[in-house]
């Protein structure tokens, strides 16, 4: 069957070369046509975990409490004092066309919400006419003064220097897009877990396609309305300092990084590779015909991805870079061995010489592929949905660029005239054999410094932490950033926290042992029992049993405040609303404790101003259920997410003896804890499954246990190298930094191959290890420094972009190849000359002088 193929391949490929290239061009202008249909993804999906059902439940939450996405708009006036008069009018002026943008269901500003204490009001006076602001007459020192102090808005709507204040731009709850996602993640799941039948798996296709039209078409309008905003500020810059923050804002600019990292790295890879090619070859065609196969791999690719709706995110926008280089690399090798024997062989003709080089390179270039594709299909571990799509996009671009290299070089030459002018200009050998003779004459400096780095990385790599903050994923220059620094620092925090609590079963006490503060005083509960009015239905005005209303009650309210209390001392948390808001404020207009009686009255004669600010978003009836929001301090660097969740659910287990089905916690800071946490299990799974796959296929190539052990040890070491590198520098494991090891080894690995595939066979020829040595560093030492050198510069080019992980993939993937190369050349060849695992040459002939033959790339 080999053999079939064999003969398939020359037959078309060196008798036919038109007809492949033609075949190849059409599919080409295939690919091409569906470009237009090519999309990015920035979307929550994007940066999430697989089936998290914690994102389900944070959609369930988001529905039930109407909490939709929503921008913030920080405002700080130029020309004078916030709450001077010119200063309101412009705030109104924006907050008024704000309101006009189609998708925002209303704009809270401090024109708007009701005042309590300017002046302070009754309890019974609540239900009268609210004051605000924007009332003629208020005393604006007294609003600013409860906008500061006060529970409910102290860091929440006001600076604490009483000049910046923010205006929350509500934005319409996509009901539609979390009942399809929903569906989805449900028969996922049934999938994964029980199978599905033949009904619900083509259901779930549908759901599936329907939900990402709809996601599509709400992502478009999403971008729109951000980018009117936008407009709509840059109107105001000259009166007030102005910042856009929120979900939909960094979405809509993360898609702008990525288009733009698409254009900046396509292009500087492009030419870098020109460049490259010229430096190297100093020939037109060995620029072109590299390039031409650079080109075609990556639009035949990018039309597939197009064609099946595959999008790219944050994670794979560097696909284009990585596949370029990859290509690169295979067709230099490819050119490099042609080269020789066009020097060594100058009277043979283009189908010879083309033949050879494919045979030659046919086994090495195979399993080099074939150990990047075992490290790319092994992201598919790490649970987290770009991470998944990056490791396939990888493999199936590897694939293409092995399959096109193999097809495109030779046919092209096959088409071209033969030259063998400018083929020995090149001395670059003469910089390897450094290489070569350092490991011969330093064999205990090389392995000392192996041994150290071992260690160093070790060391290193046990620091290693995957806490990060998300505002460090963006360049200080960039409007996410100022907007979150100014968020963070002086309006109460960034990122969402929810803590829902469901009513007991039974009634919870403080642990044994402890007097609980809040419990309901014998004065109370014979109030209650006296009340002619409550022994039956005390919220009967509202139309709900007192069980309903569970968490408006005294002892649902205390316990809500003692975990608020809580909250609120917590160093790494601003803002935090809920039920004990209003029941603080209650209290202190009343003057002392209110009874269950009192509370189910005060509530019943709320005015609609007051419940769409302390109760409705912290209170379901029909669920017996309350919530807490917080935001916690995204700049705070003694943020631990993982740490923080953990301290809140001990502290309502331990001290306030919530039994744990009856506290969940929810919000953005939880799913990106999911993660964030995942990272460190995956990328284990991760490095393991690349080291088996790896040696494995070492076993397969070189039947050699020894062999492979050898092979797989300098690549190891620059995994571990870079990994050790991020812990030693403090730099966290992310979305884009858990790909990178095992990148690492698998293209690290390539040079290991190509190193011990020439090795094996100048071996055979006198059986000398050391001349072999030599002439190996000579030949394909060459081309393992071009590519390396091509694949270093190329990720450096990364360093360019504004998304900070993209920057680190960028420097520390190049570190990583520089460690791979430097170990390929010295520490590799320096273990086959103390192991010696190669068996005797049968018939070992004259050696080789050193450089005799060998031709420059």
């Given at each position: 069957?080999?053999?079939?193929?064999?003969?398939?391949?020359?037959?078309?490929?060196?008798?036919?070369?038109?007809?492949?290239?033609?075949?190849?061009?059409?599919?080409?202008?295939?690919?091409?046509?569906?470009?237009?249909?090519f999309?990015?993804?920035?979307?929550?999906?994007?940066?999430?975990?697989e089936?998290?059902?914690s994102?389900?439940y944070?959609?369930?939450?988001?529905e039930?409490?109407?909490?939709?996405?929503?921008?913030?708009?920080?405002?700080?006036y130029r020309?004078?004092?916030?709450?001077?008069?010119?200063?309101?009018?412009?705030?109104?002026?924006?907050?008024?066309?704000?309101?006009?943008?189609?998708?925002v269901?209303?704009?809270?500003?401090?024109?708007d919400?009701?005042?309590?204490?300017?002046?302070?009001?009754?309890?019974?006076?609540?239900?009268?006419?609210?004051?605000?602001?924007?009332?003629?007459?208020t005393d604006?020192?007294?609003?600013?003064?409860?906008?500061l102090s006060?529970?409910?808005?102290?860091?929440?709507?006001?600076?604490?220097?009483?000049?910046?204040?923010a205006?929350?731009?509500?934005l319409q709850?996509?009901?539609?897009?979390?009942?399809?996602?929903?569906?989805?993640?449900?028969?996922?799941?049934?999938?994964?877990?029980?199978?599905?039948?033949?009904?619900?798996?083509?259901?779930?296709?549908e759901?599936?396609?329907?939900?990402?039209?709809?996601?599509?078409?709400?992502?478009h309008?999403?971008?729109?309305?951000?980018?009117?905003?936008?407009?709509?500020?840059?109107?105001?810059?000259g009166?007030?300092?102005?910042?856009?923050?929120?979900?939909?804002?960094?979405?809509?600019?993360?898609?702008?990084?990525?288009?733009?990292?698409?254009?900046?790295?396509?292009a500087?890879?492009?030419?870098?590779?020109?460049?490259?090619?010229?430096?190297?070859?100093?020939?037109?065609?060995?620029?072109?015909?590299?390039?031409?196969?650079?080109?075609?791999?990556?639009?035949?690719?990018?039309?597939?991805?197009?064609?099946?709706?595959?999008?790219?995110?944050?994670?794979s926008a560097?696909?284009?870079?990585l596949l370029?280089i990859?290509?690169?690399?295979?067709?230099?090798?490819?050119?490099?061995?042609?080269?020789?024997?066009?020097?060594?062989?100058?009277?043979?003709?283009?189908?010879?010489?083309?033949?050879?080089?494919v045979?030659?390179?046919?086994?090495?270039?195979?399993?080099?592929?074939?150990?990047?594709?075992?490290a790319?299909?092994?992201?598919?571990?790490?649970?987290?949905?770009p991470?998944?799509?990056?490791?396939?996009?990888?493999?199936?671009?590897v694939?293409?660029?092995l399959?096109?290299?193999?097809?495109?070089?030779?046919?092209?030459?096959?088409?071209?005239?033969?030259?063998?002018?400018?083929?020995?200009?090149?001395?670059?050998?003469?910089?390897?054999?450094l290489?070569?003779?350092?490991?011969?004459?330093?064999?205990?400096v090389?392995?000392?410094?192996?041994?150290?780095?071992?260690?160093?990385?070790?060391?290193?790599?046990?620091?290693?932490?995957?806490?990060?903050?998300?505002?460090?994923?963006?360049?200080?220059?960039?409007?996410?950033y100022?907007?979150?620094?100014?968020?963070?620092?002086?309006?109460?925090?960034?990122?969402?926290?929810?803590?829902?609590l469901?009513k007991?079963?039974?009634?919870?006490t403080?642990?044994?042992?402890?007097?609980?503060?809040?419990?309901?005083?014998?004065?109370?509960?014979?109030?209650?029992?006296?009340?002619?009015?409550?022994?039956?239905?005390?919220?009967?005005?509202?139309?709900?049993?007192?069980?309903?209303?569970?968490?408006?009650?005294?002892?649902?309210?205390?316990?809500?405040?003692?975990?608020?209390?809580?909250?609120e001392?917590?160093?790494?948390?601003?803002?935090?609303?809920?039920?004990?808001?209003?029941?603080?404020?209650?209290?202190?207009?009343?003057?002392?404790?209110l009874?269950?009686?009192?509370?189910?009255?005060?509530?019943?004669?709320?005015?609609?101003?007051?419940?769409?600010?302390?109760?409705?978003?912290?209170?379901?009836?029909?669920?017996?259920?309350?919530?807490?929001?917080?935001?916690?301090?995204?700049?705070?660097?003694?943020?631990?997410r993982?740490?923080?969740?953990?301290?809140?659910?001990?502290?309502?287990?331990?001290?306030m003896?919530?039994?744990?089905?009856?506290?969940?916690?929810t919000?953005?800071?939880?799913?990106?804890?999911?993660m964030?946490?995942?990272?460190?299990?995956?990328?284990?799974?991760?490095?393991?499954?690349?080291?088996?796959g790896?040696?494995?296929?070492?076993?397969?190539?070189?039947?050699?246990?020894?062999?492979?052990?050898?092979?797989?040890?300098?690549?190891?070491?620059?995994?571990?190298?870079?990994?050790?590198?991020m812990?030693?520098?403090?730099?966290?494991?992310?979305?884009?930094?858990?790909?990178?090891?095992?990148?690492?080894?698998?293209?690290?690995?390539?040079?290991?191959?190509?190193?011990?595939?020439r090795?094996?066979?100048?071996?055979?020829k006198?059986?000398?290890?050391?001349?072999?040595?030599?002439?190996?560093?000579?030949?394909?030492g060459r081309?393992?420094?071009?590519?390396?050198?091509?694949?270093i510069?190329?990720?450096?080019?990364?360093?360019?972009?504004?998304?900070?992980?993209?920057?680190?993939f960028?420097?520390?993937?190049?570190?990583?190849?520089?460690?791979?190369?430097?170990?390929?050349?010295?520490?590799l060849?320096?273990?086959?000359?103390?192991?010696?695992?190669?068996p005797?040459p049968?018939a070992?002939g004259?050696?080789?002088?050193?450089?005799?033959?060998?031709?420059?790339?």
């Open positions: 069957m080999l053999s079939a193929f064999k003969t398939c391949y020359e037959n078309l490929v060196i008798r036919r070369p038109r007809t492949v290239l033609l075949i190849v061009a059409l599919l080409t202008l295939a690919a091409a046509l569906g470009l237009p249909r999309k990015l993804d920035a979307s929550a999906d994007s940066l999430t975990l089936a998290d059902r994102l389900d944070f959609r369930e939450i988001s039930r409490y109407a909490s939709g996405d929503f921008l913030v708009v920080t405002y700080r020309n004078g004092d916030l709450f001077d008069d010119a200063s309101l009018d412009t705030l109104r002026r924006l907050r008024d066309t704000l309101a006009q943008v189609e998708g269901t209303s704009v809270q500003s401090i024109l919400v009701p005042l309590l204490y300017s002046p302070k009001l009754s309890i019974t006076d609540i239900s009268d006419e609210i004051r605000t602001l924007s009332t003629p007459g604006k020192n007294l609003a600013r003064q409860e906008f006060s529970p409910i808005y102290r860091e929440l709507i006001l600076s604490p220097d009483g000049q910046t204040t205006l929350l731009v509500n709850l996509d009901s539609r897009g979390i009942e399809l996602v929903r569906e989805r993640d449900a028969l996922r799941r049934k999938r994964n877990s029980e199978g599905l039948s033949d009904a619900e798996a083509a259901h779930l296709e759901v599936s396609q329907v939900y990402l039209q709809h996601r599509t078409a709400q992502e309008r999403s971008r729109a309305r951000v980018e009117q905003v936008r407009e709509i500020l840059a109107g105001y810059k009166e007030a300092e102005l910042f856009l923050g929120g979900v939909s804002m960094i979405t809509a600019d993360m898609i702008s990084f990525i288009q733009s990292d698409l254009v900046v790295f396509g500087g890879i492009l030419l870098f590779i020109i460049a490259t090619l010229l430096i190297i070859f100093r020939q037109v065609r060995w620029v072109l015909l590299p390039l031409a196969t650079c080109v075609t791999t990556a639009v035949m690719m990018l039309g597939l991805l197009s064609w099946m709706d595959w999008r790219l995110t944050v994670i560097n696909f284009v870079a370029l990859i290509t690169l690399a295979i067709t230099i090798h490819l050119a490099v061995r042609y080269r020789e024997y066009i020097a060594q062989n100058p009277d043979w003709n283009r189908e010879q010489l083309a033949l050879a080089a045979r030659f390179m046919a086994k090495p270039c195979l399993y080099t592929a074939l150990t990047t594709i075992v790319f299909v092994s992201l598919v571990v790490s649970g987290i949905r991470v998944i799509d990056f490791g396939w996009m990888m493999t199936m671009g694939t293409l660029a399959v096109l290299s193999f097809l495109m070089i030779p046919a092209l030459l096959m088409i071209l005239p033969k030259r063998t002018g400018g083929v020995s200009l090149d001395n670059s050998h003469a910089f390897t054999l290489f070569s003779r350092f490991a011969e004459r330093r064999r205990g090389v392995l000392g410094v192996s041994l150290l780095a071992a260690v160093a990385s070790a060391v290193g790599i046990s620091q290693l932490k995957v806490e990060n903050r998300f505002i460090d994923y963006f360049d200080d220059s960039t409007e996410i100022q907007g979150m620094l100014v968020i963070d620092r002086r309006l109460g925090g960034t990122v969402t926290l929810d803590i829902i469901d007991p079963a039974e009634e919870e403080a642990p044994e042992g402890e007097e609980d503060p809040f419990a309901v005083t014998g004065e109370e509960e014979a109030f209650a029992e006296e009340d002619p009015f409550g022994s039956e239905d005390p919220f009967g005005a509202a139309g709900e049993s007192a069980e309903q209303s569970y968490w408006f009650t005294v002892a649902g309210l205390a316990k809500i405040e003692r975990l608020h209390d809580f909250l001392q917590q160093p790494e948390i601003g803002k935090v609303q809920s039920l004990a808001t209003l029941y603080k404020v209650a209290r202190d207009l009343n003057g002392g404790p009874n269950d009686f009192e509370l189910a009255v005060a509530r019943t004669s709320l005015p609609a101003e007051i419940r769409d600010v302390l109760v409705d978003p912290y209170l379901s009836v029909e669920h017996n259920q309350a919530r807490i929001t917080l935001r916690a301090m995204e700049t705070d660097p003694n943020l631990r993982d740490e923080l969740i953990q301290r809140i659910y001990d502290y309502a287990h331990d001290e003896g919530i039994a744990p089905e009856n506290i969940h916690q919000g953005l800071l939880v799913l990106y804890n999911n964030l946490q995942s990272l460190f299990k995956s990328q284990i799974l991760t490095l393991g499954a690349v080291f088996v790896i040696l494995l296929m070492f076993l397969v190539l070189f039947r050699s246990f020894s062999l492979a052990l050898i092979a797989l040890i300098p690549n190891m070491l620059a995994a571990c190298v870079v990994l050790g590198g812990g030693l520098a403090g730099i966290p494991l992310d979305m884009m930094t858990i790909t990178i090891a095992a990148i690492t080894v698998g293209i690290g690995v390539d040079h290991a191959i190509h190193y011990l595939y090795f094996r066979d100048e071996f055979a006198d059986g000398d290890y050391l001349a072999t040595m030599h002439r190996s560093h000579a030949t394909i081309a393992m420094f071009y590519t390396a050198i091509t694949i510069a190329g990720f450096s080019i990364l360093a360019l972009s504004k998304f900070v992980p993209s920057i680190y960028g420097l520390l993937t190049a570190l990583a190849m520089t460690a791979a190369l430097l170990g390929s050349l010295t520490l060849p320096l273990l086959l000359l103390l192991f010696k695992p190669l005797a049968e070992p004259k050696p080789l002088p050193v450089g005799e033959g060998l031709v420059s790339s």
